[in-house]
């Protein structure tokens, strides 16, 4: 069965362009204009990743995918015109996996989604090698690569795929520091660029899941100038 892409965005050229383009790769496309119409596909339809547009008539991105957040947690790259790192980082923080800028190469785009579509479906099927047969215990958080699991105390954490992989990858590395820029290139599968706050708005979303703050962090802290570490 083809996995199910839910594209809103308001710009109706954009939205066939980026439909013709994921047809093309095999995908069935759901498409809206607005949020509105996006939710009520949400309810009665299997979605494996979403594009959204930061600009939308009726809701902002962001605000629609803070609400995806509350059910969901397929992949969601957001699509946006504004530069702005603040922006970048607002998507972030809200629960997106990634976002690409406006104008953007439609050829880049689709290689986004095959890199969230893999990590997700990874996410949710039982490993099969050693290394996803590991299990990790850290002063009460248990962390598991064969059920993509995170509890903490007795609690499971709702993390995204992504999420998972950053908190896992800290785990296999404990007690070492990991840096950002290690940490967005084992993860994302990409080159690492300069000023690239991705990780830091990952990081910060997954301490908020936890309860934790960054000054007095249990699990995640920061070493400032060199990266992360789980102690």
Known sequence: MAESILVVDDEQEIADLVEVYLHNEGYTVHKFY?????????????ISLALLDVMLPDMDGFSLCRQIRQKFYFPIIMLTAKVEDMDKIMGLTVGADDYITKPFNPL???A???????????YNTAGVTQEQDEEIDI???HISNISHKCMLNGQEIALTPLEFDIVWYLARKQGKVVSSEELFEAVWKEKYLDNNN????????IRDKMHETARKPKFIKTVWGVGYTIE
């Open 112 to 122: 986004r989604v095959k890199t969230q579509l893999r990590r997700y479906t990874r």
């Open 34 to 46: 607005n949020a509105k119409d996006a939710l009520n596909c949400l309810d009665k339809t299997t």
């Open 108 to 110: 880049e785009l689709m």
């Open 198 to 205: 991705t990780v830091m708005a990952h990081i910060a979303r």
């Open 139 to 141: 002063r009460g958080m």
